[in-house]
Structure formats: C-alpha cells, structure tokens
C-alpha cells in the first residue's frame, strides 16, 4: 500500500473492539470482515454507530442464514457456535433500527470459504492431529474444526457471510 496513493488518505488501526479507544464522529468508514461476531452483530451496529462522522460508512461481513428451513445439524451446531445468526431479513432490520440505510448486501461466495479459509485449516488440522495425537483437549478442539468444515460441506447452500454496507442516518 506505500506505493498507492491512498496511504495519504487510509489509516488502518488495529483495537480492542470490545473498548474502542476512539472519539464520537471520528470515522468515514468503520470496516470489519468476519469479526463482528465477536461483540455480537447487533451490539456493534450499536457500539460502532458512535465512531462514523455524519452519513459515515459501516462495511461488515456477519455468519447469515441464507435459505430457510436449514436442517437440524448446522442450525443445532449454529444455536450453539453462534446463537446470534439470523437471516439477511432479521439483519437488515437490525441496522435499521439501529440507524442505519442499507446500502447493498450480498452473500459472499462460498469460493472464499474454502479457499481462504477451510483448505487451509483442514490441511493443517491433519498435520496437528498427528503431533497432538496424544493429547485429548487438542484432538478434541481438531474435531469440532473439521465438524464446522464438513458441515459446511454438506450445507453450505443454507447460510454463509454475508456482506453488509450500511450507512449512518443523520
């Protein structure tokens, strides 16, 4: 990014997000892919509102269902992975009443899931397995990351991220 003329005008900042050290109206865009989670999808539309300037943008990427009716196993395994997901509708809602003008939204490929993300982890769960092989709560953690990546496998057509652009209302 030195390069690009845009160091000029982007400054990325790393925080706590959970104690946001910044002041009210500070920002033009707050960007967060696949981590709101973290404080909860509703209690950041909340908490980071406060940080955008006026008509200021919130980018953020959030676990959605995508079709209805899901079957049991991925929505047991979400209840408990991730209570908090809902559909794009129940999301949308949520930003409104927190403020917000959607924009766009748009579900993001699973493409993007496997590259960036499941390939990379199951490879490396069989290279952990082997060298924790002996020890249980390992092998035990290994398990439930190849469970989310085989139920994702198997029910990727029922929720995915999805991609929300929001912006503040005056």
Do not use: C
Not at 10 to 16: C, F, G, I, P
């Amino acid at each position: 990014m030195e390069d690009n003329k845009l160091t000029a005008i982007v400054k990325v900042e790393k925080a706590d997000m959970k104690a946001l050290p910044y002041a009210e109206g500070q920002f033009d865009v707050v960007w967060s892919e696949g981590a709101i989670y973290i404080i909860g999808f509703e209690n950041g539309l909340k908490e980071w509102r406060k940080f955008l300037k006026e008509k200021g943008i919130l980018v953020v990427t959030e676990l959605t269902w995508i079709k209805e009716n899901p079957p049991q196993e991925p929505l047991d395994f979400w209840n408990n992975a991730y209570p908090e997901a809902d559909t794009i509708e129940g999301n949308i809602r949520k930003a409104e009443e927190h403020g917000y003008k959607v924009i766009d939204t748009f579900v993001l490929p699973e493409s993007g899931w496997w590259q960036d993300y499941y390939i990379p982890l199951e490879n490396r769960i069989h290279i952990l397995q082997e060298k924790y092989q002996h020890v249980q709560e390992a092998l035990n953690q290994l398990a439930e990351a190849q469970m989310e990546i085989d139920l994702y496998r198997n029910y990727s057509e029922y929720y995915g991220y999805v991609f929300y652009l929001l912006q503040k209302k005056s």
